[in-house]
């Protein structure tokens, strides 16, 4: 099964970026440019304080939003945190799970990013589950080791039909904000085994998994990446804060799908 039978899903992470007037002009040139887009989903993942914002400008624009971040918590005394549910009240789609810069900088485990994923499939959001390996596990021949633990958490941890609304990227560490990117040979070698581990646990529903690449995604890059038939779109992060480039690379991902 070719990403031709999957929808193809651009996201832009937008990290800690962006101020009332930088994001208001950033949102309206994304409706402005995208707006006879019909074949790629877009969201953009802003931080939480832009969440209205996003859906003050975005309802009818076709382009979708969600966070960044997650409770593993439903309610209660947790000062400084979001939940889920509060994400659903803003009409939020997507929300970031397992970033690596939650797993290196904030210490998220695997049981955290799992308890955060059934928060945030109990809400009805989309999560989007990171995983990926850094240069140091890369060169100790020890990347299918590392991503195995990742995706092995979360699929003995939840239902199939929990499972099922699971989007995956997968970002090499190494390249994430360093200007490097893997290949697109890479990329599809590992994209290919993160859906071949899909497989073994849940059949059914591998060939309909979305596989996101989020590794220092460009316009320049993005075309050939996407081509690949197990890269089913991108996790976008400087790029995506740059209109004329996050658009770029929609249109990269719509180029792939039709052709």
Known sequence: MTHASRRPLVVGNWKMHGTLE???ELLDELRTNLQNNTVVDVAVCAPFVHLPLCRELLTISGIHWG????????QGAYTGETSAAMLAELDCRYVIVGHSERRALFAETDAVVVAKLKQAISAGLTPILCVGETLAEREGNIMEAVITRQLHAVLDALAPEQLASIVVAYEPVWA???G?????EQAQTVHAFIRGLWAAR????????????????KADNARLLFAQPDVDGGLVGGAALDSNQFCAIVNAAEQAWNN
Request: hydrophobic share 35%; aromatic share 6%.
């Open 22 to 24: 930088s994001v208001t």
């Open 67 to 74: 966070a960044q971040n997650v409770s593993e918590y439903g």
């Open 176 to 178: 994430i904000g360093t």
């Open 180 to 184: 490097k990117t893997a290949s697109p």
């Open 202 to 217: 849940q059949p059914a529903q591998a060939g309909e998994l979305i596989v996101l690449y989020g590794g220092s995604v």
